[in-house]
């Protein structure tokens, strides 16, 4: 993307194609009415021609009609795990959704900017918002991308300008690892968010997510919806948990900054999340609007660093959550809010990527029919939109905003070109080979990581910190778990037994008082730590994951041959951050 002779001819063809629309090439729509100053966007700058990436991208938004505009700020889910070919169930879900049989067709007839790959498990908690599932497995998922792309390649916004290489359709997923992880099987399982809190050390996080970007790229997925950069400031709040960093902004700043820089030198686009933090209420933004009560310093000095650090780093997008942000925009869900998308985030913290909003079909968003949302979204400041309930009806509202002026056109040229300036900066980018992905080389990057999470916060810290053979138990469901621990600790020289002996026993995301055992020697806590709290074992251990590689660096300190170097990256009552220290 840095050729110069490509950068001028580039430069050549927006001139152009600038020219020719002024000239009345194509009539458009009729003049605009006169708009008031809280619909009315600042104008787009003009690209730098150092920019080779929004040169390419004005260029191809100048040729574009109207309907082709529409469809690049949209990036809905589909139903079926192949672009072609979908079961029945899978084509009555398309087509009531968008009024087609598959997602290429979805593609193709409505000009989509992206789509965004899906899925669902039992423990997690944004599962509400996904009503179907597109991963299965590695060659799957690649082989679904592949056909996506190729749909994608006929459309006007698909064609590369003056000879460069062609946008590429935005394919994303929420790859965070822990309980949010879409594609499961196959591929290196990174830790919770948490554990790298618990880690501390930028250079294994930022090592950690080049290799979570790799295999993303190498399945052609392009966007990953992570980091989330909310600071934990509420300890009862299940839909962030560990998925957060931790409850320290400086602390979790530094994460969000190197998992920006992992996911995009390896070719990813990283995204911030959720905007401006979504960590100091339990509130569930898909079934409520969470308010934060916080006042503007306090947002500031406890929610805005993360987001400030990933922007420093370059994050290419940023996710706006559905939050009732009172101190600056009280009643209104910071997705529809020009004070916070455009005053806060493009005004004063000066973000220039594309802001995305989270699920159009969560609760929050779904006050208005679908393609009155749409314009909402957009007029507010959001460029791309997410997982629309229904897509036919939000192409729809915004082409008819655009006609009636209640969407000037100037914001929605601007969306779709921040928009394919992404495509473009992702263009060309190397696409590791298939087989990097699981690779071992993989697993020895993540597994210095999970090893440095472990946080022993009770108990003398001697090595081992238990003796004899051990009995493995956990909460119900968690049978798979139970066997990698029981698989690693064999490996590591440790006799495990059916009963007796020293009893270790797992607790993880969704457990409960209930969940524990008040005979145990060792309580394990899998997810945040707070559990452990309520636990009476003489030893308490968190790995704050359940991943294969977190048990084997489990295993490992319960056989003795590892330290627990963690730090609890937030306060639990009565606990210290580490015992070890």
Known sequence: MSNPRWRTAVALTVLTALTLAGCGA???????????????????????????????????????????????????????????KVTAGSAAGNQKLAGVDTPAQMVEKYRLGGLILVGFSADDPTGGNQPTTNVENPKQVHDLTAGLQKAAAG?????????????????????????????????????????????????????????????????????????????????????????????????????????????????????????????????????????????????????????????DAGAWLVMSGHLDVRSIDPGTAAT????????????????????????????????????????????AGNDLLLMPPDVAAAHAGLLAALRDGSLPRERLVEAATRVLTLKFRLAGQARPEMSTVGSTAHAEAVGKLSAAAITQLRGA????????????????????????????????????????????????????????????DVTVGMDTPYLLGRAKSGVLIATYSSSRLSMTALARVLAGKAGSPGRSPVEVAGLPRTSCR
């Open 155 to 311: 459309l006007p916004a698909g064609k590369a300008p003056a000879g460069g290489p062609a946008a590429p359709l935005l394919i994303g997923t929420d790859q965070e690892y822990g309980a949010v992880t879409r594609i499961r099987t196959g591929v290196t399982q990174l830790p919770t968010a948490m554990a790298f809190g618990a880690a501390g050390d930028a250079g294994l996080t930022e090592s950690a997510w080049h290799v979570a970007g790799a295999e993303l790229a190498a399945l052609g997925v392009n966007v990953d919806f992570a980091p989330v950069a909310d600071v934990l400031g509420a300890s009862d709040s299940v839909v962030i948990g560990s998925r957060s960093y931790g409850s320290d902004p400086k602390a979790a700043a530094v994460q969000v900054g190197g998992a920006v820089r992992g996911l995009q030198r390896a070719g990813v686009a990283a995204t911030l999340k959720h905007f401006p933090g979504h960590g100091h209420t339990a509130a569930d933004s898909h079934t409520d609007l969470p308010a934060l009560n916080q006042d503007r310093a306090a947002l500031d000095a406890d929610d805005l660093p993360p987001f400030r650090a990933g922007i």
């Open 26 to 84: 194509d009539p458009g729509p009729p003049a605009e009415p006169e708009r008031s100053p809280t619909s009315t966007p600042a104008p787009a700058a003009t690209p730098s021609p150092d920019d080779p990436a929004a040169l390419a991208a004005a260029a191809v938004v100048a040729t574009l009609g109207d309907e082709d505009l529409a469809g690049q700020v949209l990036m809905p889910y589909a139903y079926g795990n192949s672009a072609t």
């Open 461 to 520: 810290c001697a090595t081992p910190p238990v003796r004899g053979p051990i009995t493995v138990s956990s909460s119900g469901g968690r049978d798979g778990t139970r066997a990698a621990l029981t698989e690693a600790l064999r490996a590591n020289g440790v006799k495990v037994v059916d009963s007796g002996g020293t009893v270790v026993h797992l607790v993880g995301y969704g457990d409960g008082a209930g969940d524990l055992r008040a005979d145990a």
């Open 336 to 379: 529809f809010s020009r004070k916070v998308l455009t005053d806060l985030l493009r005004g004063e913290l000066g973000f220039t990527g594309v802001v995305v909003t989270d699920g159009m079909n969560m609760a929050p968003a779904q006050q208005w029919p679908a393609g009155e949302a749409a314009v909402r979204a957009i007029n």
